[in-house]
């Protein structure tokens, strides 16, 4: 079955930190990965795709098929950042729907 | 360029009532999907129209849920009767067509709550 785990439920570092979301998957398919993004009193929104392999907002993820991985990084974290993050595999072959993980909160503090 | 919208913002009916939550897409976006989050769970996929025709509701937990998009516009979404299970956030999404190469653009979701 597909699934997509995110084992951390919170996550608190401080400022100019280094950061890592944890994100795991299972797909027997070829897996399309993304991260969203919800700002407080904001709507979820794309952070960054893997097949596009680009830095938004200093973040990047690369996509490890060994370890079915998609962790979510960035060296130093920014109180901007903190925010609920959301790890989603897109289903091939015809489908369209985002498999998402339960989300990590990012707390970024002074 | 308006985003997805979403109406109500939120909510609160009593159990056994029905309630109508409307999504409207981005203009021009074929591909409009619902999804839920229910308390303290994932966020998971309802179904996915491609204009007024469902491509896959494999997602939709059971026959008190039922969806439309006449005209291939907005859609609703109706729960009848509600069950408090049915509370979470509902969010609608649009793209411009399917796969990775396309975004899914969020509503700002609806908050239901069963009581």
């Known amino acids: 079955a597909q699934r997509v785990t995110q084992p951390e439920k919170l996550l608190s570092v401080f400022k100019g930190a280094p950061v890592e979301l944890k994100c795991n998957y299972s797909?027997?398919?070829?897996?399309?990965l993304f991260w969203y993004v919800q700002y407080s009193r904001q709507r979820l929104q794309l952070l960054l795709r893997h097949i596009s392999r680009e830095s938004i907002k200093g973040f990047t993820a690369d996509l490890n098929k060994g370890e079915t991985s998609f962790h979510l990084k960035k060296p130093f974290a920014q109180e901007e950042d903190s925010a609920m993050y959301y790890c989603?595999?897109?289903?091939?072959?015809?489908?369209?729907?985002?498999?998402f993980g339960a989300g990590t909160r990012l707390a970024v503090h002074p | 360029e308006a985003g997805v919208t979403q109406f109500p913002s939120h909510s609160v009916i009593e159990k056994g009532q029905t309630v109508t939550l409307r999504c409207d897409p981005i203009s021009g976006h074929d591909n409009l999907y619902w999804y839920r989050r229910v308390m303290g769970k994932e966020i998971k996929f309802l179904l996915h129209f491609v204009k007024e025709s469902k491509q896959d509701e494999s997602g939709m937990p059971n026959n008190r849920f039922l969806a439309e998009r006449t005209g291939g516009t907005y859609s609703t979404l109706k729960v009848q009767p509600a069950e408090l299970e049915d509370s979470g956030v509902y969010f609608c999404a649009s793209s411009q067509g399917p796969g990775t190469i396309y975004e899914q653009y969020f509503g700002p979701g609806t908050r239901l709550t069963v009581t």
């Open positions: 989603a595999l897109l289903l091939s072959g015809g489908y369209n729907k985002l498999i």
């Open positions: 797909y027997s398919g070829s897996p399309e």
